[in-house]
């Protein structure tokens, strides 16, 4: 069986595979723990965005490389519109060195509760997907097309179960790339965002989670965080300070990664979408 990893945004919890374990979750402040799910899944957390960054404003300004149309589906899978995708960058060779050499595919699923606290949840979901991707398409290459739009109806009574279930109700209904969920739900709220640490290319949509509720900027630099983690890469060590999104201490300030998590993006993302 592929070996997976879970990582989400509160303190770190290290593992390695083991198949007969029940459930159990323990988060005690920033102390290293060892759990695992029932298949031997590890999970990791690490904070919340912090309060001093919440407290600030962005304007939405992500750079959209292509125009694109992608259906909005209820949580049947019934197709209720379709939506247009505008590029808004230039036609010149300084704007098109930006756009993806390699392209993937993304579906959004958002929750009720984020559905609910944004009117035109396509669109801002839509923005954050952008965001994230502009790091991608600038130090990799790779863009990210958003084709789906899903109604999810969140199930869980923690941030591990809310994933499993987005990837159990979505995961494998659709031949997308990467299954990217955004949620409101009481149950993600102490988290930034959880993720799936793939070994190998996955057989199904690589699926991660990130909390709605954050800033703006939280949002995104979560997503970006937790996408890189569908690549295979993991965690800085505590008492690393080197800067990188997928350091704790950087996260949510800087949007590039170290050579170390560069070069696993670098060589896995042939994973994902298809080479222009």
Known sequence: MKSKLFLFFTAVLLASQSSALTPEIHVEGKKE???YNREGEAVHSIPLEPKDL???TE????AIER?????????EGNVLDKISLEKNIRDDAFHTAAIG???ATVAIAADEEFRSANSNWTSTAATLVEEMDDAFNRDHNFDLDIKLYISWSSQGSSPEQLLDDLRKDWASKYNYDFLIGFSNDSHIL???GIAYVYSSNPSTMAVS???GTQSYKGIWHAGQHELSHNFGAGHHSSSDYTKCIMN???AYTVDYWDSTHGSIIARNKSWFGKAY
């Open 33 to 35: 723990l060892t759990v």
């Open 54 to 56: 919440q407290a600030k």
């Open 59 to 62: 304007e939405a300004s992500p």
């Open 67 to 75: 125009t694109s149309q992608a259906l909005v589906v209820d949580g």
């Open 101 to 103: 050499a390699r392209v």
């Open 190 to 192: 102490s988290v930034g």
């Open 209 to 211: 989670l990130v909390n």
């Open 248 to 250: 704790y201490h950087y």
